[in-house]
């Protein structure tokens, strides 16, 4: 059975750090590209980040450029999201999502539908 398990949530104040991981179980996806979004009360679900198979293109959503970092580990088949100056708009559940789409050594997607393994997600919150 494949599973994606996000973990590293928490709460914390504006202005605070934390790092998000997400190991995948059952199968490796190492040759695909992973992908962060979150979704808040009321809210779609929204693009945050995503990095292709070998970690060399990362994409983000503007309101997060700057401050999150996605990088992966190969060798643990994990998926990084490091969150740093953390404002309370960044408040949501995360979810790691894997991507089964091979379009080019570059690839990365930026849509929710691009993505077929979801994680179970994690609560971020940033307290003013």
């Known amino acids: 059975q494949v599973q994606l398990v996000e973990s590293g949530g928490g709460l914390v104040q504006a202005g605070g750090s934390l790092r998000l991981s997400c190991t995948a179980s059952g199968r490796t996806f190492s040759s695909h590209a992973m992908g962060w979004f979150r979704q808040a009360p009321g809210k779609e679900r929204e693009f945050v980040a995503a990095?292709?198979?070998?970690?060399?293109?990362?994409g983000y959503a503007d309101s997060v450029k700057g401050r999150f970092t996605i990088s992966r580990d190969h060798a643990k088949n994990t998926v990084y999201l490091q969150m740093n100056s953390l404002k309370p708009e960044d408040t949501a559940v995360y979810y790691c999502?894997?991507?089964?789409?091979?379009?080019?050594?570059?690839?990365?997607?930026?849509?929710?539908?691009?993505?077929?393994?979801w994680g179970q997600g994690t609560q971020v919150t940033a307290s003013s």
């Open positions: 999502a894997a991507d089964l789409t091979y379009d080019g050594p570059s690839y990365y997607s930026r849509s929710v539908e691009s993505y077929t393994y």
């Open positions: 990095i292709n198979w070998n970690g060399a293109n990362t």
